[in-house]
């Protein structure tokens, strides 16, 4: 039997780039872990959506007031934001880290931010933990809109630092970014898609599910293995 047309043409919204979750290769598409996640789990879920590429803190707040949809952006599932966000099953360990200059060699820890600054990107659990310690450590916090122009500030010296997720960060040294990271990554949580609260949850219901499917075929493990095995 033919599956039945798809009902739905949902809007979602994702961060600029943040690789390896979200970010434009070499031909100009969008692709990373999110991405492939989500067509992966559409097919599954017989929906078709439409990927808004807003920025994190403009998704978060473009899904609030029930401009899209839903998001998926290597959005943390955190406590405060369960008061306004329903989120699906968690799909991704994460945590934050400091980055700072592979060729700084001046600062070890926390403790040698004093008198600085340190970047951070609007909205995220990084410019959360940077504010958190702030005032022990003896820094000054600028925000950006979106990762790349926080790293930019790092690399005009501008900034001593930058505070980020460490998969994101991991997968950018990799890549030969010049950066480094001297410290442990904080504990963190872990990733989930996020609609409104009270909002979309036939969307979210189809997100769990299809994840369930496609963590059972293997398609999960191979979508992760593209942008984080050895040689990817
Ligand atoms: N995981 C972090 C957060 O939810 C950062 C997400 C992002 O920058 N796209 O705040």
């Not at 600029?16 to 979200?22: R, Y």
């Amino acid at each position: 039997a033919q599956p039945p047309p798809p009902a739905q043409n949902y809007s979602i919204a994702t961060d600029t780039t943040f690789a390896p979750f979200e970010f434009q290769d070499e031909s100009g598409n969008l692709v990373g872990i999110d991405m492939d996640l989500l067509a992966a789990i559409a097919v599954d879920q017989n929906f078709e959506y439409t990927v808004e590429q807003v920025g994190f803190d403009t998704a978060l707040q473009g899904v609030t007031s029930g401009q899209f949809n839903g998001m998926i952006a290597g959005m943390s599932i955190t406590d405060a934001r369960k008061a306004t966000f329903d989120f699906s099953d968690p799909y991704f360990d994460s945590g934050v880290q400091m980055a700072i200059l592979d060729s700084n060699n001046d600062i070890e820890g926390y403790e040698d931010l004093r008198g600085k600054s340190v970047a951070v990107k609007n909205g995220t659990e990084g410019a959360t933990f940077a504010a958190s310690i702030a005032d022990q450590y003896g820094f000054t916090i600028r925000s950006f809109d979106d990762s790349a122009t926080m790293f930019e500030e790092v690399k005009t010296g501008n900034s001593a630092a930058a505070f980020e997720d460490y998969p994101v960060l991991a997968y950018g040294i990799k890549q030969g970014n010049g950066f480094k990271t001297v410290t442990d990554k904080e504990s963190g949580a872990s990733y989930g898609f996020a609609v409104a609260k009270g909002t979309n949850a036939q969307l979210l219901d189809q997100f769990n599910t299809g994840l369930a499917n496609l963590r059972a075929s293997g398609q999960y493990d191979e979508i992760l293995d593209t942008y984080l095995s050895a040689d990817a």
